[in-house]
T-cell receptor, first 115, second 109 residues
Framework: NAGVTQTPKFRVLKTGQSMTLLCAQD?????MYWYRQDPGMGLRLIHY???????AKGEVPDGYNVSRLKKQNFLLGLESAAPSQTSVYFC??????????????FGPGTRLLVL | GQNIDQPTEMTATEGAIVQINCTYQ??????LFWYQQHAGEAPTFLSY??LDGLEEKGRFSSFLSRSKGYSYLLLKELQMKDSASYLC??????????WGAGTKLIIKP
């Protein structure tokens, strides 16, 4: 039971390049999330999904796209990377949308540097 | 707007007790979470409060006052491994988590 995994762990991009971050979970969770974490700021929600085939915008969606073709996978795409997208990206999942004490489980993060 | 405030950094001594405060202003309230995040790692769940009062879990306790928009995390018998950032998060009316910037806790021997 690996929980939530993310690939790659670290990536350096040049401005304008594209890339896809992959998140996978083996807990049969319905909900999945992409966050970014920047120094001095709280985690900010980029996009999320409430089930296979669905996606929704979070707080900071501009410059990112997502897809949830399979229940266990949630992909985050950067079509044309900008230095402002230098950050640590965390994927998380939860069984449902947050009933009671249900928590989100996080992946190990992807460190992205855009030059 | 929505806002969660925590101290940026705190220092404490091994074996002592430390209290990390969190104040919040959010659109709705459906529970408050505390997470621990070691440097370079993922956040992991510590505690959850939805009703006023104290929740105790071993060396860690969390308190909530909804009327004051206030919570604290209390860590007892501090160990060096408790050196980490502690994140406060509130579930708002849309059931989204709103996160504080985190409190970096430094434990000294």
């Amino acid at each position: 039971n690996a929980g939530v995994t993310q690939t790659p762990k670290f990536r350096v991009l040049k401005t304008g390049q594209s890339m896809t971050l992959l998140c996978a979970q083996d807990m049969n969770h319905e909900y999945m999330y992409w966050y970014r974490q920047d120094p001095g700021m709280g985690l900010r929600l980029i996009h999320y999904s409430v089930g296979e085939g669905t996606t929704a915008k979070g707080e900071v969606p501009d410059g990112y796209n997502v897809s949830r073709l399979k229940k266990q996978n949630f992909l985050l795409g950067l079509e044309s990377a900008a230095p402002s997208q230098t950050s640590v990206y965390f994927c998380a999942s939860s069984f449902s949308g947050g009933a009671g004490s249900e928590t989100q489980y996080f992946g190990p993060g992807t460190r992205l540097l855009v030059l | 707007g929505q806002n969660i405030d925590q101290p940026t950094e705190m220092t404490a001594t091994e074996g002592a007790i430390v209290q990390i405060n969190c104040t919040y202003q959010t659109s709705g309230f459906n529970g408050l979470f505390w997470y621990q995040q070691h440097a370079g790692e993922a956040p992991t769940f510590l505690s959850y409060n939805v009703l006023d009062g104290l929740e105790e879990k071993g060396r860690f306790s969390s308190f909530l006052s909804r009327s004051k928009g206030y919570s604290y995390l209390l860590l007892k018998e501090l160990q060096m491994k408790d050196s980490a950032s502690y994140l406060c998060a509130v579930r708002d009316s849309n059931y989204q988590l709103i996160w504080g910037a985190g409190t970096k806790l430094i434990i000294k021997p």
